[in-house]
């Protein structure tokens, strides 16, 4: 049958919000499913490896079963990564299905492999990038096509952990060692999102070269972390300015957030290894203290 509710594909783009909130008592048809994951096998890869598996769960019973290890997930995030702004999951309860979408990493060595001692960790490392991306392209697509269908989704990040895959691995049967780097929960959207905090186009965008004055400060990532991660993960409007309450989120970081340079001076702070989080964030440190 004909989906009444597909929309174009300029419409895509914006309607592939993060909407965490469900109609109940909805089904959806396998072809549907079937077209949303053929999005997902679409998706660039590293090599053309397709270094990804794309499990549909839309049985009632193993939505459950999912659900369950995604409550779990969310309470470890309570417990183990104390300050992170997440939802509740009981929005899960009325997902149409869920995919979740596999990263196996045997795909790895097709990558570019160093020929020379001297080299491993800088290609092992690439080789790690080019393994994300190539996920992160299929998850993507995935969401993409969900939107085209006229559902909505949400991208969890969970199953990233090693608790919960292998959680889902004993109840899905993949081997633990493929990793379920996206979980994307399919439903009915039961309100319009389509908006979501961006940086001003011309902030993020840098022509011919790196503009050091739209480089965004330690402490203003701190700030984000801090204070506006929160309001900027969750409502539904673009631009901050715009928010009722904007002076008292942004206070004196207004400008920084909302015009073209970020950094007027146009200095960049010293190099650090970046590898690991540069600081405990404030928001972790306060729950910590509980
Ligand atoms: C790699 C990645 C991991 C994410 N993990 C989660 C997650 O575990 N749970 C969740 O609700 N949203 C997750 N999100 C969704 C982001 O919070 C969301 O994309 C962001 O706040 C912007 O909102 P939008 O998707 O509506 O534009 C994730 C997104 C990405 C790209």
């Not at 193993?62 to 509740?88: H, I």
């Not at 631009?239 to 008292?248: G, R, S, T, Y």
Request: net charge positive; glycine share 8%.
């Amino acid at each position: 049958m004909e989906n009444q509710n597909k929309v174009s594909f300029e419409e895509v783009i914006g309607k592939r919000r993060s909407v965490r909130k469900f109609e109940p008592g909805k089904t959806v048809g396998n072809s549907v499913l079937e077209n949303i994951v053929d999005c997902g096998r679409w998706a660039p890869s590293g090599a053309n490896t397709q270094c990804f598996d794309f499990i549909v769960v839309n049985e009632k019973e193993m939505l459950g079963k999912v659900t369950k290890v995604f409550l779990k997930q969310a309470q470890r995030l309570v417990d183990y990564a104390k300050g992170f702004p997440a939802v509740k999951k009981s929005y899960l309860a009325n997902t149409v299905a869920i995919i979740i979408v596999l990263g196996d990493p045997r795909w790895k060595v097709c990558f570019p492999q160093a020929s020379s001692e001297k080299y491993k960790d800088e290609y092992s490392l690439n080789n790690e990038a080019i393994f994300l991306c190539s996920l992160g392209a299929a998850i993507q697509n995935i969401q993409l096509g969900v939107a085209a269908e006229g559902l909505t989704s949400a991208w969890l990040s969970g199953g990233g952990e090693d608790t919960t895959n292998s959680e889902l691995s004993k109840l899905l049967g993949f081997p633990k060692w493929m990793k379920a780097y996206g979980t994307i929960p399919i439903g009915y959207p039961a309100e319009t999102q389509d908006k979501r905090y961006r940086r001003p186009l011309a902030q993020c965008l840098h022509w011919n070269k790196y503009e050091t004055k739209q480089y965004r400060s330690h402490s203003q990532i701190d700030f984000y972390e801090s204070t506006l991660r929160p309001f900027a993960m969750y409502r539904d409007i673009e631009k901050i300015e715009h928010w009722k309450d904007f002076e008292e989120k942004v206070g004196s970081w207004g400008s920084s957030f909302t015009t073209q340079f970020s950094n007027s001076s146009g200095k960049l702070e010293k190099e650090e290894d970046f590898s690991k989080p540069r600081s405990e964030g404030r928001a972790t440190r306060m729950r910590g203290k509980n």
